[in-house]
């Protein structure tokens, strides 16, 4: 038993070195395959030379802590050349009640690719905050989603943000570079007709919104959370991480010491179940089953009618369960 579960984690020690070295975050693409290829090779020479098997499993170690070390030695970056969308970095002053928010996106779209970068400085006041809104956007898999938080203020005024990764020009987004320091962490700060329509109507995917039940003190420290780390990754770049640092952990990490109910579950891990955890713990609407709800709180249609009216958050809404009144 215990040489079976010493095998299992040298395989598991191989299988990550060979991923981090085929993904690893500095030196050339060519250069990659030729490190991870040396980690199989080293595995089958160790096997053949060292004698009794406990060496073995010692050198993989040492190797492992190696690759581990050198992992972890490459530092985030603010200064690569970004793509268009990510180049700007948001940021906040923070007042008392009063919140300046600066470079707020709000891209004029003409296609997915085809985009005008437009940054606006806009002004809150936290005591006029009404409500706390969870976006759930599926672009593949039902079990996997994207999750954006706005919060809506006074007048129909929404502030969206979207954790996600910040791309180099070219880069796209694999799952798998994801979990090996390939992206560095982004807030984007926008507006609605900016995060979410770019969803609903450039991409197709499938967007569902949620008001998220509770007072308004708990939103207010949610966005000052939200806004204290957007100003701290001016300061200190970030790795995204695609299960520890994602778009649903973070958010985790970030509301924990503000909730009022136990969001902790394998469904923050698999989060296109977030919203069915979030009507089990009474944190969205319940006045139907889920079903229903879920059904009733897809935006899609609502989004490609309202497209670029200035209106677009309070169109989304309509017919929504639980978008009457404030919660947050």
């Excluded at 299992?8 to 290829?37: D, K, N, Q, S, Y």
């Excluded at 980690?39 to 020479?45: D, E, Q």
């Excluded at 009794?52 to 581990?68: D, E, G, K, S, Y």
Aim: charged letters at 20%.
């Amino acid at each position: 038993m215990a040489r079976a579960a010493l095998a299992f984690l040298c395989i598991a020690l191989l299988a990550w070195m060979t991923l981090a070295l085929a993904f690893f975050p500095v030196g050339t693409e060519r250069l990659h395959p030729a490190l991870a290829a040396l980690v199989p090779i080293g595995a089958i020479l160790a096997l053949i030379l060292l004698r009794p098997l406990w060496r073995v499993a010692a050198a993989i170690l040492v190797a492992f802590a190696v690759v581990l070390v050198a992992w972890l030695a490459v530092p985030p970056s603010n200064d690569r050349d970004w793509q268009p969308d990510l180049a700007t970095l948001p940021f906040a002053e923070i007042d008392g009640d009063r919140i300046v928010v600066h470079n707020v996106r709000n891209a004029d779209y003409r296609s997915e690719t085809d985009f005008t970068v437009h940054l606006e400085d806009r002004d809150y006041d936290l005591s006029q905050l009404r409500s706390l809104d969870l976006f759930l956007i599926y672009w593949g898999s039902p079990r996997i989603a994207h999750t954006i938080m706005s919060w809506g203020f006074e007048g129909d005024r929404y502030l969206a943000i979207s954790i996600e990764t910040r791309k180099e020009k070219g880069e796209d987004y694999s799952a798998v570079r994801g979990f090996f320091r390939n992206y560095e962490l982004a807030y984007v700060v926008a507006d609605e007709r900016d995060v979410v329509r770019l969803r609903t109507n450039y991409r197709g995917e499938d967007v569902y919104v949620y008001r998220i039940q509770g007072p308004q003190e708990v939103g207010q420290q949610v966005l000052l959370a939200y806004l204290r780390a957007v100003n701290d990754l001016n300061e200190r770049p970030q790795w995204y991480n695609a299960l520890t640092q994602n778009c649903t952990t973070t958010i985790q990490h970030l509301t924990g010491p503000y909730q009022q109910r136990s969001w902790w579950s394998w469904k923050l891990f698999l989060n296109g179940y977030l919203d069915e955890l979030a009507y089990e713990i009474g944190a969205i609407d319940r006045s139907m089953p889920f079903p229903a709800l879920k059904a009733a709180s897809h935006i899609n249609e609502r989004a490609r009618a309202a497209d670029s009216d200035p209106r677009f958050s309070v169109r989304i809404r309509e017919g929504v369960p639980g978008m009457s009144g404030g919660g947050a």
